[in-house]
């Protein structure tokens, strides 16, 4: 199949993995829509620690610009009820968006139609941009704003020469998009600090006028997003949110908690991954240094200064390696198409891997549970990532998880009486804390429970059932599409095994 058919495909498969049901990390939805649910909707669900007063790590300007506006039409015109259609619509507008927004920037980052062609090919046809771009991630977001500051950089730096071009309105803006995307995610500054430099130089140092007009736009945007979530949080303090966020993140006490990686993560593991075969483009010694490719240089060093490293972090990365690719080093590789060409089948599976199975089952799973609209009862999950309960659109929902007292995992805060509208993440607890939870809740309630579990986790239900004769289990639904790609055991293929069941409990026999 020809190389300008698959462009076109691309943009199909975007469309089609925006409307798959996976499930990439938990901060998809608890970094956004959860909490935009809460504000917005009213309803009852899980307020992640960023957002708590005392924390104040995220702001909630980029939210409200982002998601506000569909949000409001849902409440006030569409009156959708279903969580599901929301969570498909913020994915649709989010592809929507960026593919838009990604073609309007290579027109000023790219000089020529082929540059262009190209670039556009290789985003197009990306698992990147159909699967994470899609999803409601704040580096989602952090992309588009970084394609946004690059072009203007980019009009600055072509009109440098002229006295004349003083672009206010351009510098206004600018300040404007710097201040958003800083309060999006603190780890923007990483990805402009080296384009800065050239455009300082070629166009502030020649039009100060203009740099102030930049700085007077970028503080006056700071001081209204840090007043507005002064308000939002009802604080009687002063919320400089990107602050808070960078000083919890120098923190390696507070890092160990989302995970340590080695400092060559981001180069070693996730680079290939997000970048597949085109990686080898990139070996040249004839790299040409532009805009794009001076925010990889400055973002992978910054970002691997942290121990924290996860692919979602190099999202906005992504598109800027699709423009760096330099057409002249394509004939110094053997087989370009058949580069061309492994580079769709790896995304293709990577797609179909990550944008259509990946935890699947844990957003059916709550779109079978939430069809009679009804009143919930005790929903039980383990080892699933935790269930993004917006999904519920419940207004009296009680969400209870696992804590942590001398590093061991207990129950402390679940209050196993209430029997209705009560989800329960027991997260990857261990098999002795997930028996004791389900047999507190059952010796409980006399309507049973519901509990959700991937199929990997067959043998310690088996377990369960061998041990406690007279708990009746029944499923209620399953499915084999889902991957748990979390809790995989080499030594026990078992673990290996997709799908997810929900089981219906009945109490004890008396």
Same mark, same amino acid.
């Given at each position: 199949?020809?190389?300008?058919?698959?462009?076109?495909?691309?943009?199909?498969?975007?469309?089609?993995?925006?409307?798959?049901?996976?499930?990439?990390?938990?901060?998809?939805?608890?970094?956004?829509?959860?909490?935009?649910?809460?504000?917005?909707?009213?309803?009852?669900?899980?307020?992640?620690?960023?957002?708590?007063?005392?924390?104040?790590?995220?702001?909630?300007?980029?939210? *409200?610009?982002?998601?506000?506006?569909?949000?409001?039409?849902?409440? *006030?015109?569409?009156?959708?009820?279903?969580?599901?259609?929301?969570?498909?619509?913020?994915?649709?507008?989010?592809?929507?968006?960026?593919?838009?927004?990604? =073609?309007?920037?290579?027109?000023?980052?790219?000089?020529?139609?082929?540059?262009?062609? =190209?670039?556009?090919?290789?985003?197009?046809?990306?698992?990147?941009?159909?699967?994470?771009?899609?999803?409601?991630?704040?580096?989602?977001?952090?992309?588009?704003?970084?394609?946004?500051?690059?072009?203007?950089?980019?009009?600055?730096?072509?009109?440098?020469? @002229?006295?004349?071009?003083?672009?206010?309105?351009?510098?206004?803006?600018? +300040?404007?998009?710097?201040?958003?995307?800083?309060?999006?995610?603190?780890?923007?500054?990483?990805?402009?600090? /080296?384009?800065?430099?050239?455009?300082?130089?070629?166009?502030?140092?020649?039009? $100060?006028?203009?740099?102030?007009?930049? @700085?007077?736009?970028?503080?006056?945007?700071?001081?209204?997003?840090?007043?507005?979530?002064?308000?939002? *949080?009802?604080?009687?303090?002063?919320?400089?949110?990107?602050?808070?966020?960078?000083?919890?993140?120098?923190?390696?006490?507070?890092?160990?908690?989302?995970?340590?990686?080695?400092?060559?993560?981001?180069?070693?593991?996730?680079?290939?991954?997000?970048?597949?075969?085109?990686?080898? !483009? !990139?070996?040249?010694? &004839?790299? &040409?240094?532009?805009?794009?490719?001076?925010?990889?240089?400055?973002?992978?060093?910054?970002?691997?200064?942290?121990?924290?490293?996860?692919?979602?972090?190099?999202?906005?990365?992504?598109?800027?390696?699709?423009?760096?690719?330099?057409?002249?080093?394509?004939?110094?590789?053997?087989?370009?198409?058949?580069?061309?060409?492994?580079?769709?089948?790896?995304?293709?599976?990577?797609?179909?891997?990550?944008?259509?199975?990946?935890?699947? +089952?844990?957003?059916?799973?709550?779109?079978?549970?939430?069809?009679?609209?009804?009143?919930?009862?005790?929903?039980?999950?383990?080892?699933?990532?935790?269930?993004?309960?917006?999904?519920?659109?419940?207004?009296?929902?009680?969400?209870?998880?696992?804590?942590?007292?001398?590093?061991?995992?207990?129950?402390?805060?679940?209050?196993?009486?209430?029997?209705?509208?009560?989800?329960?993440?027991?997260?990857?607890?261990?098999?002795?804390?997930?028996?004791?939870?389900?047999?507190?809740? /059952?010796?409980?309630?006399?309507?049973?429970?519901? /509990?959700?579990?991937?199929?990997?986790?067959?043998?310690?239900?088996?377990? $369960?059932?061998?041990?406690?004769?007279?708990?009746?289990?029944?499923?209620?639904?399953?499915?084999?599409?889902? /991957?748990?790609?979390?809790?995989?055991?080499?030594?026990?293929?078992?673990?290996?095994?997709?799908?997810?069941?929900? *089981?219906?409990?009945?109490?004890?026999?008396?």
């Amino acid at each position: 199949m020809r190389l300008k058919t698959w462009h076109v495909l691309g943009y199909l498969f975007g469309l089609i993995f925006a409307l798959e049901p996976s499930y990439i990390h938990p901060d998809e939805h608890f970094q956004s829509l959860e909490i935009m649910m809460i504000k917005v909707m009213g309803i009852k669900g899980t307020i992640p620690w960023e957002f708590e007063l005392e924390n104040a790590a995220r702001s909630f300007i980029p939210l *409200y610009v982002t998601y506000g506006p569909l949000l409001y039409l849902n409440k *006030y015109i569409f009156h959708l009820s279903s969580g599901i259609a929301l969570m498909y619509m913020v994915r649709l507008q989010n592809y929507i968006v960026f593919t838009y927004l990604s =073609k309007l920037a290579l027109q000023f980052l790219l000089d020529t139609k082929l540059d262009r062609k =190209k670039a556009s090919f290789y985003i197009s046809t990306s698992y990147i941009v159909w699967v994470y771009q899609t999803h409601s991630f704040s580096n989602s977001l952090e992309s588009v704003i970084l394609l946004l500051v690059l072009s203007l950089f980019r009009i600055l730096i072509k009109d440098a020469s @002229g006295r004349s071009f003083n672009h206010y309105k351009a510098c206004v803006v600018l +300040g404007m998009l710097v201040a958003l995307g800083i309060f999006n995610r603190i780890t923007f500054i990483a990805f402009i600090l /080296l384009p800065c430099i050239p455009t300082f130089r070629l166009f502030y140092s020649k039009h $100060f006028k203009s740099l102030f007009v930049s @700085g007077l736009s970028f503080a006056s945007s700071c001081f209204l997003f840090v007043y507005l979530d002064k308000t939002i *949080y009802g604080s009687d303090d002063w919320c400089v949110t990107p602050l808070n966020n960078l000083l919890y993140n120098l923190q390696d006490a507070n890092l160990t908690q989302h995970g340590l990686h080695p400092r060559y993560t981001h180069l070693l593991v996730n680079l290939p991954q997000m970048l597949g075969p085109i990686v080898v !483009f !990139f070996f040249s010694k &004839k790299q &040409k240094i532009n805009l794009a490719l001076l925010s990889c240089i400055s973002g992978l060093l910054l970002l691997s200064l942290f121990r924290h490293q996860e692919l979602r972090f190099l999202i906005p990365l992504f598109p800027l390696f699709c423009i760096s690719i330099d057409l002249a080093n394509l004939t110094t590789f053997p087989y370009p198409k058949l580069i061309a060409k492994t580079w769709v089948a790896f995304n293709i599976v990577f797609g179909i891997v990550m944008g259509s199975f990946h935890q699947r +089952g844990v957003i059916t799973a709550i779109q079978k549970l939430t069809e009679d609209q009804g009143k919930v009862g005790v929903h039980l999950w383990w080892k699933t990532y935790s269930p993004p309960t917006w999904l519920y659109m419940n207004n009296n929902l009680t969400v209870s998880t696992t804590n942590f007292v001398d590093s061991v995992e207990r129950l402390d805060n679940v209050d196993y009486e209430i029997s209705v509208d009560h989800v329960v993440d027991l997260k990857g607890c261990d098999y002795e804390l997930f028996e004791l939870g389900l047999m507190r809740f /059952l010796n409980s309630t006399s309507d049973g429970i519901r /509990l959700i579990i991937p199929k990997s986790t067959d043998k310690e239900v088996q377990s $369960f059932k061998t041990k406690h004769e007279d708990v009746h289990f029944h499923i209620l639904w399953e499915t084999p599409f889902s /991957l748990d790609l979390d809790h995989i055991d080499f030594t026990d293929l078992s673990t290996l095994r997709p799908g997810m069941t929900i *089981y219906q409990i009945d109490p004890l026999r008396r």
